[in-house]
């Protein structure tokens, strides 16, 4: 992937970002970088369906997920865990604070409930005029309720039902594409 992400662009092979984690505690988030650089100056801190700023690579890399996988960094840390409500961006967090008092008594996840709803946001955020405006109205308190869900539900088994049906979807999305 390195080698992929360095012969179509300069820059970095990572994509760091402070995300919120358990306890307010900002962290920095590890993903394979997907992006042009400078691509947070360039537009909002969410990507929508084909957002110029997303290189032909990144392309791929987000389509199978593969940019997620730096963040097994994050688990080794103890900042993150493989399965949790995703962690946010600090402006998120402000503007739902109550909400993520109760969220951020755990650790933050590679893959959720909301992970699973939301497959492929970016084409969502893209389909729509005011894709920011979306995803904070919107998709933003639908993944509050769910991380909420996974708080009352949390098990074992339900977290092993997450990863389960994680790896099923990248399965299915890797096999629709040929």
């Known amino acids: 992937m390195a080698i992929l992400i360095k012969l179509e662009s300069l820059g970095p092979v990572f994509f760091i970002q402070k995300r919120i984690g358990k306890n307010f505690k900002p962290f920095d988030l590890y993903k394979f970088r997907s992006m042009v650089m400078g691509a947070t100056k360039m537009g909002p801190p969410i990507t929508m369906g084909n957002d110029t700023r997303i290189t032909k690579t990144g392309g791929f890399l987000r389509k199978a997920k593969i940019d997620e996988l730096p963040q097994l960094f994050n688990v080794l ?5 493989f399965v949790g409500p995703r962690p946010e961006l600090l402006q998120y967090v402000e503007k739902f604070q109550k909400d993520y008092e109760e969220i951020l008594m755990i650790k933050p996840g590679i893959t959720d409930l909301a992970s699973l709803k939301y497959r492929d946001e970016a084409s969502i955020l893209g389909g729509t005029k ?10 933003l308190p639908e993944k509050i ?10 098990s074992l088994i339900l977290d092993l039902s997450i990863i389960f049906k994680t790896l099923i979807k990248l399965v299915i999305n890797k096999t629709n594409r040929h």
């Open 77 to 81: 840390k103890g900042e993150m865990s």
């Open 130 to 139: 005011e894709p920011e405006k979306e995803y904070v109205c919107r998709i």
């Open 145 to 154: 309720r769910l991380a909420k869900e996974y708080l009352k539900r949390s």
